[in-house]
């Protein structure tokens, strides 16, 4: 899913996913298989500024030991891809079946995603960074 104002990390996402996806194909008669795993969110120290405005979004971030202990669970089973997250799997699946509700979908999350954070880019909030962190 495209998702505002994370550019760089959202084709970074897609971009591995393809990578696995092709690789998966090479190494199908070869007995290696592949789980790629697409949590939500994790919870580690880069990631802990973000956990109050992904609690309001509604975003879960997940313990690491549950992604590596489901991760496991997913590759024992032999699955190739697990989504962690009902909210964002959900995203995920209605803009592959919706392909066109997809934008009205993430300018709803850009707008909340507006109220929540601030951005030194041109089209984020314009409220400042003093006052961003203030709330904080």
Do not use: W
Request: aromatic share 10%; hydrophobic share 40%; with cysteine.
């Amino acid at each position: 899913q495209p998702l505002p104002y994370y550019q760089v990390y959202t084709a970074t996402k897609h971009a591995l996913l393809a990578f696995c996806r092709s690789l998966e194909v090479e190494l199908a008669d070869s007995g290696v298989r592949m789980t790629v795993i697409l949590p939500s969110g994790v919870r580690t120290p880069m990631a802990a500024r973000y956990e109050a405005v992904a609690e309001k979004l509604g975003t879960y971030f997940f313990p690491p030991e549950e992604v590596a202990r489901r991760t496991l669970e997913a590759a024992a089973r032999g699955r190739f891809l697990v989504r962690l997250g009902l909210k964002e799997s959900l995203l995920i699946r209605l803009g592959n079946l919706l392909p066109f509700l997809q934008r009205p979908v993430m300018v709803l999350v850009k707008r909340r995603l507006d109220r929540h954070l601030f951005f030194p880019c041109a089209g984020g909030p314009r409220r400042g960074k003093k006052e961003y962190l203030e709330k904080e």
